[in-house]
């Protein structure tokens, strides 16, 4: 589990965008909306980071967006590695994606929410993360305030997947509620946070990446090199505003 500082969340050179809450969307990336959506590109996170945020790492077409990671050099890094977030944070709500990984150790593929000092708020932050050293393993994570659930940095949880993340696709969703969060995975209920401690109250950014490390071996590996570019799938992502039904047929929603 996380056991350093948060390492998703060093960003920089972001556009400042409204905070307010913003409509539901459901989005299966036939293009990529540049109204919705800010590519990260031409910074790395920190030192722990060994490649360099790439827009040409992130593409979407024929309703698929590829998030990658490629043996390509930018900037003083060796590898080129993608980053996709919204431009708008959105509040309570549920949250749903459907993805399938690559594998390879000392790699990290997340779908996540997080707002921060970069635009003038707590971080708080909401982690789906598949450390693809072990792809039958998700791990989720919270933080308020810069702080996980138990005060420290590194309080997550374990979920074995139904499946190995990069033999098929799977749902992950979260539904985001003042006094509660809970994380499901292919529709199932995996986990149930009720601790205030450990639920943020600030809208957050949508954001999916897929990026390498050469140093955090005890979390995520030994780096291996992949032979050539490889990439996260991401078939869908919806936000769904709370008090709203159900808005397409994958959605955790319509079991309710």
């Excluded at 909306?33 to 945020?53: E, F, I, L, P």
């Excluded at 997080?114 to 050293?133: A, N, T, V």
Aim: hydrophobic share 35%; net charge negative; proline share 7%.
């Amino acid at each position: 589990m996380r056991a350093v500082a948060p390492l998703l969340t060093g960003l920089i050179l972001l556009p400042v965008a409204a905070m307010a809450q913003s409509t539901s969307f459901h989005d299966d990336f036939a293009s990529l909306d540049s109204k919705r959506w800010y590519v990260s590109d031409g910074w790395a996170n920190g030192a722990h980071q060994n490649c360099t945020w790439s827009s040409g790492q992130v593409t979407a077409a024929d309703d698929m967006l590829k998030v990658g990671f490629a043996p390509v050099p930018k900037g003083e890094r060796q590898y080129s590695c993608g980053e996709i977030q919204t431009k708008q944070a959105y509040g309570y709500g549920t949250y749903e994606a459907r993805l399938k990984t690559p594998a390879g150790s000392g790699l990290n593929a997340a779908f996540f929410t997080y707002i921060g000092p970069q635009q003038g708020k707590p971080h708080d932050e909401i982690d789906f993360e598949i450390l693809l050293k072990d792809t039958s393993i998700v791990e989720t994570t919270t933080f308020v305030n810069g702080k996980s659930g138990d005060g420290e940095i590194g309080a997550g949880q374990k979920h074995t997947l139904p499946h190995p993340s990069d033999s098929d696709f799977i749902d992950y969703a979260v539904t985001w509620e003042p006094d509660e969060i809970r994380y499901y995975i292919n529709g199932e209920l995996v986990r149930t946070l009720t601790d205030p401690v450990m639920i943020p109250s600030n809208p957050q950014r949508i954001f999916f990446s897929l990026w390498g490390t050469d140093t955090l071996t005890d979390w995520m590996g030994t780096f291996t090199p992949p032979a050539g570019p490889i990439a996260m799938e991401v078939d869908w992502v919806a936000f769904t505003a709370p008090g709203e039904s159900c808005a397409f047929p994958q959605s955790v929603l319509c079991a309710d």
